[in-house]
């Protein structure tokens, strides 16, 4: 099984994480100013990546704090963890995006 | 040109047939048993891309093939261009559980789905080829006394819609299928099940090679190894697709590339609501006959049938994260088996013999997107998610009838791309049981 590396407790198996979707999606400021479309894409249309992924993970059955990672979902490699409010890290290697399978 | 083995799922075999003179006319002694039988015809060519085409679809599995048949049959549309990136019907198409049936909740999805189903009922007739479309039925068993609700108010919507739909009591369920657990004494003890006999299964490859076989009758070019990596567009039009073949012009575009279809339309700068997630499947060793009909648990997340060659055939959910990979991870197949095992104590010593994964496009509803794009001729059809290999013949029908008349078919408007703006979704959801 995979191990994740959780920012607090170190490598744990897969099962032990819950997957949150895209990270960096921010609340809209000012929800009431929204447009039909604007609330559509902020509810509903999420990034889709086929390479490095910034997505959300909790450590649901640890310590049960969300973290981010950035992670290949072509290899389902983790490229890095960070914490939240943490920036998007910047990898020296582009890993296997558009490489085909 | 080339002509391809249709027998052979290796895009190695898409060079022309050159037999290895080493081994059959050398000097070394031949290996017994290495006389091979007569090459079977070829069901389709493998031309080289044209420079230009009426209409180029994207993805040569079940949904573009069936697409590329109904344009010719229905339209007279033929000429058309498939394009596959890898061998023809090696996604989804190929790695899907095959499970057919009609039984959704909303009146959107039961008319599409039906239309389908009645389809499947005359295709082998019309593909002139054998898919051994067996019509065994499907039982969406209950476990809970809200199953038990939503499972009756699907069957009276179900009838409701012309489709055909029962509600079982336990001992019609064990009727039906002798060998679920129907004691009383379990976690999740089967309280009913709603049962349409006109569900089924089909052999996948028969099926796309059926379609593929009409379709090279009709004059379209099966394109295979032809990847699209990016559009030419002029304003609100896509003149033309950049393949690893070279630029190939085009008056229409129809996308049916499945799990991969956000990378298509990030090409186009447009937003499509879908996430890519990973969905295995696996069989056992071959074995006698034991399940005469499929049957599907939400509550214990599995579903089986018995392929015709005698494998048990099981699947369940995604893989929870994202993943473009056709591969998941194997403790979701441990939970399978744990479930197969719970509703079919008789399993516990068959082997697996495989397991293998796809790429499924799901939505937030769980329904497909079909229909137009912002762009005037570049049209969608994705979103499938985990249950599309039923809809291949009626997604074809009414993706190429709204590609013809640059409309969405009846079939496919509630369907539109839009419907995430306006809120009009299709919440299938749980709703249908479990969504394969
Ligand atoms: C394990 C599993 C079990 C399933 N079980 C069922 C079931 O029991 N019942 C059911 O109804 N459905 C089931 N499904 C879902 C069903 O398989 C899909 O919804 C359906 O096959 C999708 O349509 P398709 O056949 O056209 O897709 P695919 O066969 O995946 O075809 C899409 C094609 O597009 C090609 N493509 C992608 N990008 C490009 C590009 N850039 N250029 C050129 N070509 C490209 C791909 O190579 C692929 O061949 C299952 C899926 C999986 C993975
Ligand atoms: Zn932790």
Not at chain 2, 335 to 344: G, I, S
Not at chain 2, 390 to 404: L, Q, R, S
């Amino acid at each position: 099984m995979q191990m994740i590396r959780c920012p607090w407790c170190g490598p744990r198996e897969e099962v032990e994480f819950h997957y949150g979707g895209q990270a960096h999606v921010p609340y809209p400021a000012e929800p009431a100013a929204l447009s039909d479309e604007e609330w559509a894409h902020y509810v509903f249309f999420r990034d889709n990546t086929r390479g490095a992924f910034a997505e959300r993970w909790s450590h649901s059955a640890g310590c049960r704090r969300w973290f981010n990672a950035l992670r290949d979902t072509v290899s389902y490699r983790f490229l890095a963890v960070y914490r939240p409010g943490d920036p998007r890290p910047v990898l020296d290697q582009t890993p296997t995006a558009g490489a085909s399978s | 040109m080339t002509t391809v083995d249709a027998f052979s799922t290796d895009p190695a075999d898409a060079v022309p047939h050159t037999p290895a003179p080493d081994r059959l006319n050398g000097s070394s002694p031949r290996t017994p048993g290495a006389e091979l039988p007569e090459h079977p015809e070829f069901l389709w060519s493998n031309p080289d891309p044209q420079k230009a085409y009426d209409v180029v679809v994207i993805g040569g599995g079940g949904h573009g093939l069936a697409t590329a048949h109904y344009l010719a049959k229905n339209h007279g549309i033929t000429n058309v261009a498939v394009l596959e990136k890898g061998w023809l019907a090696g996604g989804n198409t190929a790695r899907n559980t095959t499970l057919i049936r009609s039984n959704y909740l909303w009146d959107e999805s039961a008319a599409i789905y039906e239309h389908s189903l009645k389809l499947w009922e005359g295709l082998e007739d019309d593909l002139g080829y054998p898919i051994l479309f067996s019509q065994r039925g499907v039982l969406n068993l209950a476990h809970t006394l809200q199953d038990v609700r939503d499972s009756v108010r699907r069957v009276e919507a179900n009838v409701l819609n012309g489709v055909d739909a029962e509600w079982l009591e336990p001992d019609e369920v064990r009727k039906v299928c002798p060998i679920v657990n129907t004691s009383t004494d379990i976690r999740y003890p089967v309280l009913g099940a709603t049962y349409q006999p006109r569900a089924g299964i089909a052999k996948h490859d028969y099926v796309a090679w059926g379609f593929a076989r009409r379709v090279d009758e009709a004059g379209i070019d099966i394109i295979q190894d032809c990847e699209v990596t990016g559009f030419v567009r002029d304003g609100n039009r896509v003149t033309g697709v950049r393949t690893t073949r070279g630029d190939i012009a085009c008056g229409k575009v129809a996308l049916a590339a499945a799990g991969s279809t956000s990378v298509l339309t990030d090409m186009l700068g447009l937003r499509v609501p879908i996430q890519s997630h990973p969905l295995q499947a696996l069989v056992s060793e071959l074995l006698e006959p034991v399940h005469p009909t499929i049957v599907m648990s939400n509550a214990v997340h599995v579903y089986v049938s018995q392929a015709h060659k005698g494998e048990l055939v099981m699947g369940a959910g995604v893989d929870a994260y994202n993943g473009y990979g056709q591969r998941g991870a194997f403790h979701i197949i441990e939970r399978q088996m744990a479930a197969a095992v719970e509703l079919f104590p008789v399993f516990a010593r068959a082997h697996l013999l495989r397991t293998w994964g796809g790429i499924v496009d799901t939505t937030p509803d769980a329904s497909p997107i079909v229909g137009r794009t912002p762009y005037d001729n570049v049209f969608l059809n994705c979103g499938w998610g985990t249950g599309g290999f039923k809809a291949t013949p009626g997604v074809g029908w009414v993706f190429a009838d709204t590609i013809a008349n640059d409309e969405p078919h009846p079939y496919a408007a509630p369907f539109s791309l839009d419907r995430f703006v306006t809120g009009r979704l299709v919440d299938e959801h749980g709703a249908a049981a479990v969504a394969h």
